[in-house]
């Protein structure tokens, strides 16, 4: 197919050059969108709850969705 696709990639900080090297090498564009650690999930302004909260809208959310 023609259309693009997105990943989302976790990785040791320690790595982070040398991935941004990898993708810049391949012209593939790329966007960090922030840190992982703590018990929070932080989302800029738009999101700020505790990560077991998160964890269970993710989980159960679909499920919750097809039963309405």
């Known amino acids: 197919s023609e259309s693009q696709s997105r990943a989302v990639v976790s990785l040791d900080k320690k790595k982070l050059k040398e991935f941004e090297n990898l993708l810049n090498k391949q012209g593939m564009e790329y966007y ?14 738009l999101i700020d709850m505790p990560i077991e909260q998160a964890f269970n809208a993710w989980d ?9």
């Open 32 to 45: 960090l969108l922030g840190t992982t650690g703590g018990n929070r999930m932080i989302v800029d302004n």
């Open 60 to 68: 159960t959310g679909f499920v919750k969705l097809l039963n309405k």
